[in-house]
């Protein structure tokens, strides 16, 4: 794996990392844990928060995930904290300018405002993109994540030629890499970002909550559970790495870990 940046490291690789909150909900450990009868604990709240994340320095602005669109957080009873293109817009990722745009996976709360981007690469798992765009997608225990317009806007991306398809790992830019691990869904991919520090590792929905990790307890929807696991042992490889700090994709402890940006409390996290 890669080790933190050393001193000679150009600053054109190394980012300023935010994590944006732009809604939230509350839901039950029963849920949001795969059979969570199996672990003989009685069922208790659990707050889900929903982030998109921005990597930037003074050559470039890369977005990771777009978050969900209005009308899907609506129809899904999820509460709307901010609009994340425009929380996205005040931390320097313009959708006029074209910033690169990372796609972790393609469930409604990380594509849905893709279409407002549409002068931006798009970088997506090749095994993420074939099966959304492809003939399973449409099955109950899958479409019930995605929205069927946001799906079909990924291939319609595709045909302009602005898609870049990764295959396991790729530096998508300088200081910036995505590793696909599966599990939660076919191409769930994994960030990692080059910061002052270290490395910030963006687990996105690979790791939902720091317990999942912590606690070895599968999220509810899953593609490959096997997959699963190993993306946990990865992470738990990546986060025992000097320098490195994780980040979960849907943890209100993130909130709570790091430090909220001056004048955007309750928006904007610094995780690096």
Same mark, same amino acid.
């Given at each position: ?38 672990? !003989? ?17 003074? &050559?470039?602005?890369? %977005? ?8 899907? !957080? ?35 709360? &990380?594509? !849905? ?22 003939? =399973? ?30 295959? &396991?790992?790729?530096? %998508?830019?300088?200081?910036?890499? +995505?590793? +696909? +691990? ?26 939902? =909550? ?11 929807? +899953? ?17 025992? !790495? ?7 994709? &849907? ?22």
């Amino acid at each position: 794996m890669n080790g933190p940046p050393t001193a000679r490291t150009s600053a054109d690789s190394v980012y300023e990392v935010l994590a944006l909150r732009y809604g939230t909900r509350t839901g039950s450990r029963a849920e949001i844990y795969l059979n969570h009868g199996i672990y !003989g604990e009685p069922d208790s709240p659990l707050d889900m928060d929903y982030y998109v994340w921005v990597a930037r320095n003074h &050559h470039r602005t890369v %977005v990771i995930d777009t978050g969900f669109s209005r009308a899907a !957080g609506a129809r899904r009873l999820r509460t709307a904290l901010a609009s994340p293109v425009e929380a996205l817009r005040r931390f320097g990722a313009r959708p006029e300018q074209g910033p690169l745009i990372v796609i972790t996976h393609a469930h409604y709360d &990380h594509i !849905g405002n893709l279409a407002a981007f549409d002068q931006s690469e798009v970088v997506i798992a090749r095994a993420e993109f074939d099966f959304w765009t492809g003939p =399973y997608a449409r099955r109950a225990q899958f479409a019930h994540s995605a929205e069927p317009e946001e799906t079909a806007h990924l291939a319609e991306i595709h045909r302009q030629g602005r898609t870049t398809l990764v295959d &396991h790992r790729a530096t %998508v830019a300088p200081g910036i890499e +995505v590793l +696909v +691990v599966g599990g939660h869904t076919p191409g769930q991919s994994v960030v990692l970002v080059d910061t002052p520090g270290g490395q910030a590792v963006l687990a996105s929905d690979s790791l939902h =909550y720091y317990e999942e990790l912590e606690r070895d307890r599968p999220f509810a929807f +899953v593609a490959d559970l096997p997959a699963m696991y190993r993306g946990f042992d990865l992470l738990a490889e990546l986060a025992s !790495g000097p320098g490195r700090v994780l980040v979960p994709g &849907h943890d209100p402890e993130v909130a709570r870990r790091f430090d909220a940006v001056r004048g955007a409390e309750g928006l904007a996290y610094r995780i690096a």
